[in-house]
């Protein structure tokens, strides 16, 4: 078969469209994974596909046999979910950030609960609001605690942790306390330990060469879903036909091959922006993907930016920076209607359909080999996470000051209003003026230089349905506007996903950091079941937020912080009425 066949094959995509100017390059570069044999090589665990140390490789490619390794283990996952359903569970609540909860978030929302299983939610904010609105919902005495974190150490997850143990503890008792709390977690970590010591009910211990972002076909991944009544067999069935398609040597037949030639080819070529135009059915696997993608290839000063969510506008709303990827369920009229519109405009659209919502099992599968690939061709490695780290130090470092000194660093802000108050590098007289002088940087960035960059909103307030429509205003606004992506994410949340990036790219990222006050706050206990308390959740968040700012500051990345106190829904507006 000829190449030129070869370039729409359906197995691979079931739709690919204006990509024909970029077909020379990628053809050379399927060509190049070929007479590399680079698929064999990561196959046979090769290091040198990525780098010339086998630092942070060698010990993260275990997600290549997760589906195989899942599978054996899926009678412990049966008998485990049978016992906790015949003890009368009704609910689970896992306790994780990043890779850790965004799979089992995934699973829930795509499938739901089946009849007779545990309701289970994600707790993944340090917001108290955020905390106290998941203890709200749940019967402590029916519910299933799921600590979730690969390393074992999470502050945020053992902060989770400890408050929710504590809280159990008062209602169920110390003596039963231990049989509410699972463990999934790495061989020999802290939490291993900590799970012992406190009598968890069980501890499943996971592949420790899985990173997290490569672990949703794992445990991590498995456990929850099962718990929820997901058919994990079926999952990890059809991840596994799709492992063995991209087994497959000759990379003009491997469907992640195809798929990350793609993305690395066109980010070399400015189309770094890969937007995710997505089912309903399926829309919350966005938040997975720009996990995987941002976290994997956002460093060495390059990167391809997932974006998630945004409104799917007509052409005109567009820079000439975007791909676009199309993951239909259905056919939406909507949907369907910018997709053709967008065609006519020859923007690069790839549409895969699937048919089976357990077809996620494949796709998860085929996009973590296509990001390996991907980040082949851009020269990266793709299971290390260099920038993650400096907002993580610059926050401890904030609240070990805070438990010494009792306060947090105090911010001078340059502009206020009875509704919010800004601190950012500009001079201006309005809140019209401070955003719209901050997005446009007229006199530090050209026009060109504007349209390749990228506006990321980081609320650091607690996620609710209000929140999420206001946020998705601004952006969009933005958007229209500016012609710019944009992404949201919730703190410290997107820490633990697109965090790597913004601060490993090229530096193109613009950063609007959302912060308020709760109406409550909680105290985080020092020790599971000790009453004596060093910090708060209010005070850890405000904690992340300033590290996260004070990194990406340190990293000459041009940040806007925005205080909008109690009253979320006023300085929302107050934003979305002033862009």
Known sequence: MKKTENFNQKEKFNIISGLEQFKPAIMKSIEKLNSEKIVSRIWDMDYTVWKNSPDEITNRLGWLQSPESTIEVLSEINHFVDQVRAEGFTHALLLGMGGSSLAPEVFRKTFGVKEGYLDLAVLDSTDPGAVLKQEQAIDITKTLFMVSTKSGGTVETISFMKYFYNRASEIIGKEKVGKHFIAITDPASGLESLAKTLDFRKIFLNDPNIGGRYSALSLFGMVPAALIGVDIKQILSYAISMVEECKQPDAEKNPGVWLGAILGELAKSAKEKVTFIIS??????????????????????????????????????????????????????????????????????????????????????????????????????????????????????????????????????????????????????????????????????????????????????????????????????????????????????????????????????????????????????????????????GTLILAQAFGDRQALSDGSRKVMLIDIGLDHKKGLTTILNNI
């Open 280 to 537: 309903p059915e399926l829309k919350y696997l966005g938040a997975w993907l720009e996990q995987l993608i941002a976290e994997s290839t956002g460093k060495e000063g390059v990167g391809i930016l997932p974006i998630d969510g945004e409104e799917l506008l007509s052409p005109e709303f567009y820079s000439n920076d975007r791909l676009f990827v199309s993951i239909q369920y259905d056919q939406l009229s909507k949907q369907m209607t910018n997709i053709r519109k967008l065609k006519e405009m020859n923007y690069p659209i790839l549409e895969i359909k699937i048919q089976d919502l357990y077809e996620i099992g494949a796709e998860l599968f085929r996009w973590e080999f296509a990001t390996v690939i991907a980040s082949h061709i851009l020269g990266i490695n793709p299971f290390d996470q260099p920038n993650v780290e400096s907002a993580k130090v610059l926050a401890r470092k904030m609240v070990t000051d805070y438990q010494v000194k009792g306060v947090l660093p105090q911010v001078k802000y340059n502009f206020e209003s009875d509704a919010l108050k800004i601190l950012a590098d500009i001079d201006s007289g309005s809140v019209k003026e401070c955003i719209n002088s901050f997005i446009a940087n007229k006199n530090k960035i050209e026009e060109q230089t504007v349209k390749k960059a990228y506006i990321a909103i980081q609320a650091y307030l607690a996620p609710s349905e209000e929140v999420d429509e206001l946020l998705h205003l601004i952006r969009t606004e933005i958007q229209k506007q500016w012609k710019i992506a944009t992404t949201v994410g919730y703190g410290p949340r997107f820490l633990h996903s697109t965090g790597q990036l913004h601060k490993g790219d090229s530096g193109n990222g613009m950063f609007i950091q959302i912060i308020g006050k709760s109406k409550s706050d909680l105290e985080i206990p020092d020790d599971a079941g000790s009453n004596e308390s060093s910090i708060s959740f």
